[in-house]
T-cell receptor
Framework: AQKITQTQPGMFVQEKEAVTLDCTYD???????LFWYKQPSSGEMIFLIY??????QNATEGRYSLNFQKARKSANLVISASQLGDSAMYFC??????????????FGTGTRLQVTL | EAGVTQFPSHSVIEKGQTVTLRCDPI?????LYWYRRVMGKEIKFLLH????????ESGMPNNRFLAERTGGTYSTLKVQPAELEDSGVYFC??????????????FGEGSRLTVL
């Protein structure tokens, strides 16, 4: 079974609107971490946001927030006030094991986001 | 601080040839990872070095792939002989060891391999 599922291969959003990119995960490890990375057309993978399995509050980083619903095993990325520069591929990933351990990440297949005028 | 650098950015070779990809991690990062993304599929883990030692190589597809990390600094990934299905983007990443950090991986820009 897939450990990270991103069901949206592509998404469109208008500039200045908010968009939610879906991610569900599967693990039996009580301690894990969830990551979102952005891959623009230039190719590099840019870290956006992190959520630990024991974190009580949803993570936020500027315009990015992570809607963490532990019981549903979902970790959706919300981008507020979309900008043209947000157009990119977005990957959800999971690390099994607690913080302080080395990270072997399992990735989803990604969602391509296109921001339009 | 320099990020993770990978070379070459793109390599086109014929089936049966050899290719060597290089990764220079962020200075001071003990952990170095190789990942691969085949077109349209998820990014998959290949292996993990801690300094010069292979910690986990469970993702290596077969014995045509050889990774080394001499002296615990840069790493190379050699594919010999290359097959068509080896085409994809090979990412290198590095991270800190221990501490209470998130374990965030810092990725390079990837090396795109095309096998004809």
């Amino acid at each position: 079974a897939q450990k990270i599922t991103q069901t949206q291969p592509g998404m469109f959003v208008q500039e200045k609107e908010a968009v939610t990119l879906d991610c569900t995960y599967d693990t039996s490890d009580p301690s894990y971490g969830l990551f979102w990375y952005k891959q623009p057309s230039s190719g590099e993978m840019i870290f956006l946001i992190y959520q630990g399995s024991y974190d009580q509050q949803n993570a936020t980083e500027g315009r990015y927030s992570l809607n963490f619903q532990k019981a549903r095993k979902s970790a959706n990325l919300v981008i507020s006030a979309s900008q043209l520069g947000d157009s990119a591929m977005y990957f959800c990933a999971m690390r099994e094991g607690g913080t302080g351990t080395a990270s072997k990440l399992t990735f989803g297949t990604g969602t391509r986001l296109q921001v339009t005028l | 601080e320099a990020g993770v650098t990978q070379f070459p950015s793109h390599s086109v070779i014929e089936k049966g040839q050899t290719v060597t990809l290089r990764c220079d991690p962020i200075s001071g990062h003990d952990n170095l990872y190789w990942y691969r993304r085949v077109m349209g599929k998820e990014i998959k883990f290949l292996l993990h070095f801690v300094k010069e030692s292979k910690q986990d190589e469970s993702g290596m597809p077969n014995n045509r792939f050889l990774a080394e990390r001499t002296g615990g600094t840069y790493s190379t990934l050699k594919v010999q002989p290359a097959e068509l299905e080896d085409s994809g983007v090979y990412f290198c990443a590095s991270s800190h060891s221990g501490g209470r950090g998130t374990g965030e991986l810092f990725f390079g820009e990837g090396s795109r391999l095309t096998v004809l």
